[in-house]
């Protein structure tokens, strides 16, 4: 039987929360995943599937039609495979998992805005900014689930969402020296025990430090800067045969420094 299609980057976040709805289901081989190096141009076919958009996950069904975005590929799991579910069920506590994962984008935002950060002038409201939205997801969770770890009882919809953000916010820590502050316990309680969830285990910190490191000189999803001829997300050398780039912000390496041009 033919097995719907993911179209994905591995160490994207937003493929991320699929898989990891998916391993949560143990669903994880109900779905075929073809791998799209952002290095290069898209794929003409892939392009004509996707009406023009390079925006990754899409997923194509047996029939060939195409279904685009995470959160929506999220619920579309959910709906087509109920058990077990990953998301409330009662309408009070979805809303409110509803609520917690609106926050979402502009959490992301500004992590992303910060690690691109090229001014070290704005680098402290950048890190002010982070603090502003850890400490309203510390508020919600302080509010609507002051007890255990997750938004409820178990690692849901929410987590599901938010834990690869987490995840690649491992960035901050390692170029901005940045990292929760201490005066907000409950969502670092949180973000660590996503982060240590079975399911999300798809990527590490080596791998998050070392293929990100372009964003953190500004250049995002396969962008080149000046000077380098490779991305810092090429698949070849794999990304465990090169050396931990240099902490923070102080000095660009080129290809042969990040172990781009292999041995």
Known sequence: MKRPILYHIPVCPFSQRVEILLALKGLRDSVDFSVVDITRPRDLALLAKTRGTTALPVLELPDGRILKESLVLLRYFEDLHPEPPVARHAPYERAVENMLIAMEGDF?????????NQDAGRRQGL???????????????SWHAPDGDFLFAR????????TPMFARFWFLEYYEGYDIPGSLPRVRRWRDACLAHPAAQQVTREEIVKLYYDYAWGAGNGALLPGRQLSSFVFEPHWRSRPWPARGKQATSNDAELGLLGP
């Open 155 to 162: 690692f849901g919809l929410a987590e599901c969402v938010f």
């Open 127 to 141: 890190a002010e900014q982070m603090d502003a939205q850890y400490r309203k997801l510390d508020d919600f969770l």
């Open 108 to 116: 992301t935002n500004a992590g992303y805005r910060f690690v691109m």
